[in-house]
T-cell receptor, first 114, second 114 residues
Framework: SQKIEQNSEALNIQEGKTATLTCNYT??????LQWYRQDPGRGPVFLLL?????KEKRKERLKVTFDTTLKQSLFHITASQPADSATYLC?????????????FGTGTLLAVQP | GAVVSQHPSWVICKSGTSVKIECRSL??????MFWYRQFPKQSLMLMAT?????????EQGVEKDKFLINHASLTLSTLTVTSAHPEDSSFYIC??????????FGPGTRLTVT
């Protein structure tokens, strides 16, 4: 069956360090993968999109990698700050008629300690 | 730009009553909107895809007669939870399709059925 897995345990790191979050998927062949940030009681906010033919994408302190062989995406936040504390969701985008649909992972809670 | 609002932000209703949630795209037209449901500590689950002027497409397992969706204009989609029960208590989030492969999410509506 299709599955998208993210670290279910909260990730606690010290301010200034790099946070690395993992998204693994099985039985999918996504054309695109996205990462979102979600704060408690709020809707997700789009961060980055990476295409299947791209290995890496960067935006300011954020970096995403996409390995279609391993079926894995890594999301990095460098020089992390307490304000980065939130739940981070990965989402896959399908092909053909399903290109509008986002399939979300379970999310990883990141806590950055000052 | 690309702001999506939801109303109300939270609602408490009695079992057996119906509740309507509105989703508006404030500064752009959205021919396609999506409705998601999120239970505590779980991911967003797509309920239905709403296209302006046509019937919504529901995901497998979502009762279309219970969750009525109307997308009567390019800036407004509504979700009505009919004959609500306590198990319908959840966080309902809408999104509007923008550029290809992008969705803009609303802030969510917390529904509590007593």
């Amino acid at each position: 069956s299709q599955k998208i897995e993210q670290n279910s345990e909260a990730l606690n790191i010290q301010e200034g360090k790099t946070a690395t979050l993992t998204c693994n998927y099985t039985n999918y062949s996504p054309a695109y993968l996205q990462w979102y940030r979600q704060d408690p009681g709020r809707g997700p906010v789009f961060l980055l999109l990476i295409r299947e033919n791209e290995k890496e994408k960067r935006k300011e302190r954020l970096k995403v990698t996409f390995d279609t062989t391993l079926k894995q995406s890594l999301f990095h936040i460098t020089a992390s700050q307490p304000a980065d504390s939130a739940t981070y969701l990965c989402a896959l985008i399908g092909r053909g008629g399903a290109t509008n649909k986002l399939i979300f992972g379970t999310g990883t809670l990141l806590a950055v300690q000052p | 730009g690309a702001v999506v609002s939801q109303h109300p932000s939270w609602v408490i209703c009695k079992s057996g009553t119906s509740v309507k949630i509105e989703c508006r795209s404030l500064d752009f037209q959205a021919t396609t909107m999506f409705w998601y449901r999120q239970f505590p500590k779980q991911s967003l689950m797509l309920m239905a895809t709403s296209n302006e002027g046509s019937k919504a497409t529901y995901e497998q397992g979502v009762e279309k007669d219970k969750f009525l969706i109307n997308h009567a204009s390019l800036t407004l989609s509504t979700l009505t939870v009919t004959s609500a029960h306590p198990e319908d208590s959840s966080f309902y989030i809408c999104s509007a399709k923008g550029l290809p492969y992008e969705q803009y999410f609303g802030p969510g509506t917390r529904l509590t059925v007593t």
